[in-house]
């Protein structure tokens, strides 16, 4: 069942070539409600034709209150949050190698429902008479809803996106100050109207004396596809379009309004509880770790990772208790990525994860945890060994939901832990759903995990983080 890493793709020799002043294309807007269609249900063997019974009349939908809950981290399994419930969550399609766990599914999934035929369920009578194969379905059936959940989820925390700015766009300024003071810029709180439409953005301006962004980041950064983790740009602000501004000349346009640094984060969980804080920075990590994987896709590496850079969003539909989404925003100094090194950003992350472990000294206890003993062979791992961003990021993974390291030796039984983990974080959702709770950042993040691991994955996740 094993499926070894696909290969790092090479950049082909000649590069694309960037304009020398900052283009703005039109991004598009991420589809907010990215629900599969509900598929036509079945019909059962002699059940009775449309054309001699007429349907009955349907039922009226009720709305449901959803209560919330607070976050837990000391589990493995990954924590609740107030926001709009997932429409369902035994979702499911045909059967799917385990070992494509990294592709999408190739359809839109049907619902599974008690009613449904088992034929079309897949559980047929020489399957209920092997356990083997009636858990082979079971575990395809899971790892399918998970990839649903894990797109429902995706869709709701990142919103739907502004879009790029038009013609005839009014704008208005919210604030007199930045909202946040970032190493080379600062953010001011912007209204765009737009008929009868408004969304709040925020100006991006550069600091007085800031070194001045290179054309080719900006123009990267404007051509990316939306990405949870990486600053979406808008358009820009045309000088003299907002009296009183406290800025000269033009500003960009992002689609997200950020609250505060990784800097200033790191100065406002001192008081933390060592558990707590290594869970906390783990989660950031890996969403760094997602957004410098989508840089190395696009053969571009980053000069420098700078807490003060690092911006941190609240979710949306999440309380204030739930870990902040992180964006990757300093794109003036981007440059291309050497042939043949997809560990560019290792060394760099390696660092920062020792700046970020360092004020661990001045808590209360010692980083006693295994969490916080992972990230500290992790930060050893990252100069030595160098990996990717994906490596990266898969074996933070590990660290916050397991494999743990007993399971690292060569033949360990990490097929069945998979799967056995796919099935608790099923029944985790459906006992959040049952009470009235949503999942939030923490849960999709792990469905993320569970539906693209693999054997293979996992193996190299602990050789690199325990070898």
Request: proline share 12%.
């Amino acid at each position: 069942m094993t499926s070894p890493e696909p290969a790092p793709e090479t950049l082909e020799p000649d590069g694309p070539t960037w304009p020398t002043q900052p283009t703005y294309s039109n991004l598009g807007e991420v589809r907010a409600h990215l629900l599969p269609s509900k598929a036509c249900r079945p019909r059962t063997p002699g059940s009775p034709s449309p054309d001699l019974e007429p349907l009955p009349p349907p039922l009226p939908k009720k709305t449901l209150t959803r209560t919330q809950s607070l976050p837990t981290h000391g589990a493995p399994s990954p924590s609740s949050a107030r926001a709009q419930q997932p429409r369902q969550l035994l979702l499911g399609s045909h059967s799917v190698d385990e070992t494509q766990a990294e592709a999408g599914p190739a359809c839109p999934p049907s619902e599974l429902t008690f009613s449904m035929p088992d034929a079309t369920l897949g559980l047929l009578a020489r399957d209920l008479r092997s356990p083997e194969a009636l858990l082979a379905a079971l575990a395809a059936r899971q790892l399918e809803g998970l990839r649903v959940i894990r797109a429902l989820l995706g869709a709701r925390l990142m919103g739907g996106h502004p879009g790029p700015c038009c013609p005839g766009d009014g704008f208005r300024l919210l604030d007199s100050s930045p909202r946040v003071e970032s190493g080379d810029a600062l953010y001011y709180r912007v209204v765009r109207v737009h008929e009868d439409t408004w969304h709040i953005l925020t100006a991006k301006v550069p600091k007085p004396g800031a070194e001045v962004p290179h054309p080719w980041g900006l123009e990267l950064q404007a051509s990316l596809p939306p990405h949870f983790n990486l600053q979406g740009l808008c358009g820009l602000v045309p000088e003299d379009t907002l009296p009183g501004a406290p800025w000269r000349g033009p500003a960009v346009l992002a689609a997200e309004v950020p609250e505060r640094t990784v800097a200033q984060w790191l100065a406002e969980v001192r008081a933390q509880r060592s558990e707590e804080f290594a869970w906390a920075l783990a989660l950031l990590l890996l969403q760094l770790s997602s957004a410098l994987e989508c840089l190395e896709a696009q053969g571009v590496a980053l000069a420098e990772l700078r807490p003060e850079n690092l911006l941190l969003v609240a979710p949306r539909g999440c309380v204030a208790s739930d870990p902040p989404r992180l964006l990757l925003a300093d794109f003036g100094r981007v440059r291309r990525r050497p042939l043949g090194a997809p560990g560019t950003h290792a060394p760099q992350l390696g660092r920062l994860l020792r700046s970020l472990l360092g004020p661990a000294a001045s808590l209360a206890s010692p980083l006693a945890s295994p969490l916080a003993a992972g990230l500290e062979r992790l930060a050893a791992q990252l100069p030595r060994v160098r990996p990717s961003a994906a490596q990266t990021r898969r074996a933070l993974q590990a660290l916050l939901w397991g494999p743990g390291p007993e399971l690292r030796g060569r033949g360990a039984p990490l097929g069945p832990w998979l799967r056995a983990r796919r099935a608790l974080l099923v029944l985790h959702l459906a006992e959040q759903a049952a009470g009235g709770e949503a999942p939030g950042l923490e849960d999709w993040l792990c469905c993320e995990y569970l539906a693209e691991a693999t054997e293979a994955l996992l193996s190299q996740a602990l050789v690199l983080l325990w070898d």
